[in-house]
């Protein structure tokens, strides 16, 4: 998967930390940009145009909604600190599906059991 398709998986349009992030939908599916904003100070939409904030993350080549080439315009601190955010996203994730399998497992272990009950009874009632 690429780095752009887990940014879309895993973020919503919004404040995450010291990062803006907003998810547009586009004829060709969704795009990503991502803003750095100036530490202790939260944002209210829309994002566009303001002069406090730096866009780190957007279309770098092509045509925006029609082919657009997205990832990182400016590079620094940001993109780990961006990464590390976005693997602890994924790790949490991980955690919930691995939960949910596990709660699927033992439902699907108690129905199991309780048919081989209700099978052990019918035939145990048979004379």
Sequence with gaps: ??????????????QCGRFYIVIDDTARGPEINIWVVPEGVTIEPPIYGRKDVVKVYGVISGQSGWSPQEGWIHRGKWVEDFNKITEERKTKESEIKAE?????LREGQDE????????NE????YI
């Design 1 to 14: 998967m690429t780095e752009f398709a887990e940014y879309v998986r895993l973020f919503e349009t919004g």
């Design 100 to 104: 949910q399998l596990a709660e699927q």
């Design 122 to 125: 019918l035939l145990a009632s």
């Design 112 to 119: 199991a059991e309780l048919e081989l009950e209700r099978v």
